[in-house]
């Protein structure tokens, strides 16, 4: 049995992709903050699905949480043969309505942390010629919009980048970008979602099955749905300092409340 490991595995597309991975028959290390939900998840994906379920608690805005996951990932004799980069969150407000602290946590979530836990994990994989790495970004990185969007597009750039660099080495590295989805994302960061038309919502399951199915494909990028590739393409024919105005324009109406 191959093993999975997840950070932000407790709720949303993390949550997600632990239920689908267990299902299919894959043991797990699930990686959060919260001992206790963790634990709760772990017990009953066991109980569901009989695979083994292992708990590391961590905060990855740390180094000491970062350090903690990057220990586990290099352990050679329990390798981890697919690694999810899904820890993240948002902060309410345009640029400069959110501290500068936030922002950089922000930064250390999404960037820092994802660099060192995909090192960590495909100097290992590279090894044994085998492995792979989804990192969860946003269709925000397509479009000039605030820190969240900058942080995902640079996981995005990363993630491609590096997808090339190893090619032919057995190791597969992709970026999920889905769009809105229902998860306590939005909730945690305050942000109100009744202007979001229902159009928009993505089902978490579904971004995840067809995520996977993309890494199997051998893909480095997967927007997972065609609604979302449909926007995108059209928005590559906008001019930048358009899609700027648009993308803010929108912000202010489907985003933080």
């Given at each position: 049995?191959?093993?999975?490991?997840?950070?932000?595995?407790t709720?949303?597309?993390?949550?997600?992709f632990?239920?689908?991975?267990?299902?299919?028959?894959h043991n797990?290390?699930?990686v959060?903050?919260?001992?206790?939900?963790?634990r709760?998840q772990?017990?009953?994906?066991?109980?569901?699905?009989?695979?083994e379920?292992?708990?590391l608690?961590?905060?990855l805005?740390t180094?000491?949480g970062?350090?903690?996951v990057?220990r586990?990932l290099?352990d050679?004799?329990?390798a981890?043969?697919?690694?999810?980069?899904?820890?993240?969150?948002?902060?309410?407000?345009?640029?400069?309505d959110?501290?500068?602290?936030?922002?950089?946590?922000?930064l250390k979530?999404?960037c820092?942390?994802?660099?060192?836990?995909?090192t960590a994990?495909?100097g290992?994989?590279?090894?044994?010629g085998?492995?792979g790495?989804?990192n969860?970004?946003?269709?925000a990185a397509?479009?000039p919009?605030?820190?969240?969007?900058a942080?995902?597009?640079?996981?995005v750039?990363?993630?491609?980048?590096?997808?090339?660099?190893?090619?032919g080495?057995?190791?597969?590295?992709?970026a999920l970008?889905?769009?809105f989805?229902?998860?306590?994302f939005?909730q945690r960061?305050?942000?109100?979602?009744?202007?979001?038309?229902?159009?928009?919502?993505?089902d978490?399951?579904?971004v995840?099955a067809e995520?996977l199915?993309?890494?199997?494909?051998?893909?480095s990028?997967?927007?997972?749905?065609?609604?979302?590739?449909?926007?995108?393409g059209?928005a590559?024919?906008?001019?930048?300092?358009?899609?700027g105005t648009?993308?803010?324009?929108?912000?202010?109406?489907?985003?933080?409340?």
């Amino acid at each position: 049995m191959t093993t999975a490991l997840i950070t932000g595995s407790t709720s949303g597309i993390g949550a997600a992709f632990a239920r689908r991975l267990a299902a299919d028959g894959h043991n797990l290390v699930l990686v959060a903050r919260d001992t206790k939900r963790l634990r709760d998840q772990a017990t009953e994906l066991h109980d569901r699905h009989g695979i083994e379920a292992e708990v590391l608690s961590a905060d990855l805005s740390t180094d000491d949480g970062i350090e903690a996951v990057e220990r586990r990932l290099a352990d050679r004799k329990h390798a981890v043969d697919l690694l999810v980069n899904n820890a993240g969150f948002g902060n309410k407000g345009r640029y400069l309505d959110a501290p500068l602290a936030d922002e950089l946590t922000m930064l250390k979530v999404h960037c820092e942390a994802v660099l060192r836990l995909t090192t960590a994990a495909v100097g290992a994989m590279r090894e044994r010629g085998r492995g792979g790495v989804v990192n969860v970004a946003s269709v925000a990185a397509f479009v000039p919009r605030g820190t969240y969007g900058a942080s995902k597009a640079w996981v995005v750039q990363f993630t491609q980048g590096v997808a090339k660099d190893l090619t032919g080495s057995g190791v597969r590295l992709m970026a999920l970008c889905p769009g809105f989805v229902r998860t306590e994302f939005h909730q945690r960061a305050g942000m109100g979602t009744d202007s979001i038309p229902n159009w928009m919502w993505l089902d978490a399951d579904k971004v995840v099955a067809e995520g996977l199915n993309d890494l199997a494909r051998g893909k480095s990028l997967s927007i997972p749905d065609p609604r979302y590739k449909a926007l995108l393409g059209a928005a590559k024919l906008v001019p930048r300092p358009l899609l700027g105005t648009i993308s803010s324009k929108t912000g202010r109406k489907y985003g933080p409340r």
